[in-house]
């Protein structure tokens, strides 16, 4: 072991592991493509107010989990936790808005929150994430959901439940907040420091603390429905009936409330329930606030965002090898041949290796076993000819061998 490790909450994944990343990415866009989804890159530093006025300062993001620097001249920066409230600076930034009525963002990167690591909690971990914006209707929260387990499905991870709530709107949120006291006030001294303070400012993340000391007092609150108002309870019915009318199951929660202050109406969670605690692979919902509250349009939205290394863990599929050529040669005089034959393969897209070591055929055949080639290459010694070595095995004149290769191997699909 060398002295350097990964810092605590990171991971290496290393080549035997990111091809199914890659899978996982690929897939992603592709059903993303499939809603019309376009790709949006942002830095992976901003600004901390951008954090600290979109996100919340009661969330435990903000108050507990940022990596917030100042830069050389002294201005504070923040390793971005999550990615809405970047996509909705950008949005206003380069005013989104004028250039269309209805924006659908994909993206994908790196996110830091310090957390305590455990499985499926890390302090750097990616999100693949969808935004969903300029639209108030019900159908876009169903879409965004339909979307996620479209994708999950495609990665054959099934068990996924959708738990949904509602968090009310700006109308009926003080109606929330205060039932949600009276029902906590009696047992209030029996809750954590951090209850106690969100108690006052911020009673509704209350109910997105994960002390096994507080959680049981939550068991019995009630239901966040029954204190909404009427546009917010029409919002939720149609949002179910969209996925009911698509044949989605969906788990109602009533404590589920995510935690990032910025949603209102939808909150959900796509849990799988082979997943120990951490079992929540997807998170979203509606912030119809956000972008105006950053100073930009109204431009209400709803959106999802999934952590990769939870998914990595779920997919068990066998990736297909990208079928490959060996080429050798028998004598060092040759090995041109064997350069020059890879690179005319990878000009047609098919995977090739070339190996500069004048070896027997058998020692050959070895190495290309190892490296799991499909085909193998032998440049014979008189320089003219090549023996090809696949299921069977051919002699043919070196100007006919790449055009059997060609016929006999497919090309590497491009990403
Ligand atoms: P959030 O941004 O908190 O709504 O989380 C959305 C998704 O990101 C979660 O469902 C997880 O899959 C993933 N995620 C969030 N935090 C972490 C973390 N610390 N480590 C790994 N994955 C995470």
């Not at 309870?233 to 149609?238: A, E, L, Y």
Request: hydrophobic letters at 35%.
């Amino acid at each position: 072991m060398g002295t350097y490790q990964t810092p605590r909450g990171t991971v290496d994944y290393l080549p035997d592991k990111t091809p199914l990343w890659q899978t996982i990415e690929r897939t992603a866009r592709h059903i993303f493509e499939l809603y019309n989804y376009q790709e949006i890159k942002t830095p992976i530093f901003e600004s901390t107010e951008l954090f600290t006025s979109s996100i919340g300062g009661d969330t435990d993001i903000v108050s507990k989990e940022m990596y917030t620097f100042l830069d050389k001249k002294g201005r504070s920066l923040t390793l971005r936790p999550e990615g809405t409230a970047a996509i909705a600076r950008s949005y206003i930034q380069h005013a989104l808005h004028r250039k269309g009525k209805h924006h659908l963002l994909f993206y994908v990167g790196p996110m830091f929150r310090y957390e305590r690591p455990q499985a499926g909690r890390f302090r750097q971990f990616t999100q693949i994430g969808v935004e969903n914006i300029g639209s108030p209707d019900p159908a876009c929260d169903a879409e965004v959901i339909i979307m996620g387990i479209q994708l999950f499905k495609t990665l054959g991870i099934h068990g996924i439940v959708p738990q949904l709530n509602t968090v009310g709107c700006p109308i009926c949120r003080p109606v929330i907040e205060e039932r949600l006291k009276q029902f906590l006030e009696s047992s209030l001294r029996a809750l954590c420091g951090d209850c106690q303070t969100r108690f006052d400012t911020n009673p509704l993340r209350i109910l997105d603390c994960k002390k096994s000391s507080c959680i049981p007092y939550f068991s019995a609150m009630p239901d966040i429905r029954q204190s909404i108002c009427q546009a917010c309870h029409d919002h939720f019915d149609q949002v179910l009936t969209y996925l009911d009318t698509h044949g989605v199951t969906v788990e109602i929660n009533p404590n589920l409330v995510r935690g990032l202050d910025y949603y209102n109406r939808t909150a959900f969670e796509l849990v799988s329930n082979h997943l120990g605690s951490q079992n929540a692979i997807c998170g979203g919902g509606r912030y119809d606030s956000l972008i105006s509250r950053l100073g930009g349009p109204s431009s209400p939205a709803v959106g999802f965002a999934f952590g990769m290394e939870r998914l990595m863990a779920l997919v068990d599929t066998a990736i297909p090898p990208v079928p490959m050529v060996y080429i050798g040669c028998l004598d060092d005089d040759h090995y041109s041949y064997c350069f020059s034959l890879a690179h005319q393969l990878r000009d047609h897209r098919i995977k090739a290796i070339h190996h500069r070591d004048a070896l027997s055929i058998n020692g050959h055949l070895k190495r290309a076993s190892k490296s799991n080639a499909a085909l193998s290459v032998i440049i014979q010694p008189d320089g003219q000819s090549a023996t090809v070595y696949a299921s069977g095995q051919i002699t043919l004149p070196m100007t006919d061998v790449l055009a059997h290769i060609i016929e006999h191997t497919p090309q590497t699909p491009m990403m």
